[in-house]
Nanobody, 122 residues
Framework: QVQLVESGGGLVQAGGSLRLSCAASGRTISDYAMGWFRQAPGKERAFVAHIRWSGGGVYADSVKGRSTISRDNAKNTVYLQIDSLKPEDTAVYYC????????????????WGQGTQVTVSS
């Protein structure tokens, strides 16, 4: 069992940056590939980014080029940096763990955090 806790969300102006963190406990994240998803009001949960066990990330087109996913297995933590934030980035951001690589489907993830709210003002 893996427990995930996100942090780092908040209110930020458009054009700003945020670094979200996802701290894991219960098991080491080195056993898992990790992902970030987001859910805006009235919308389905959407893929944001995914990182494999040894690094290497893939991104949704909506954040590609202004987002970086990274992991520190020693700290059991995964990060998501988003730059040049836009109002449409406003959502609750969730991290998740999976034993499968390169997956973008939320249903393929086994463990989820409770989410952290990101609000981008125009």
């Amino acid at each position: 069992q893996v427990q995930l806790v996100e942090s780092g969300g908040g209110l930020v102006q458009a054009g700003g940056s945020l670094r979200l963190s996802c701290a894991a406990s219960g098991r080491t994240i080195s056993d898992y590939a990790m992902g970030w998803f987001r859910q805006a009001p009235g919308k389905e949960r959407a893929f944001v980014a995914h990182i494999r066990w040894s690094g290497g990330g893939v991104y949704a087109d909506s954040v590609k080029g202004r987002s970086t996913i990274s992991r520190d297995n020693a700290k059991n933590t995964v990060y998501l940096q988003i730059d040049s934030l836009k109002p449409e980035d406003t959502a609750v951001y969730y991290c998740a763990a999976t034993r499968k690589a390169w997956v973008r489907l939320a249903s393929m993830y086994d463990y989820w955090g409770q989410g952290t709210q990101v609000t981008v003002s125009s």
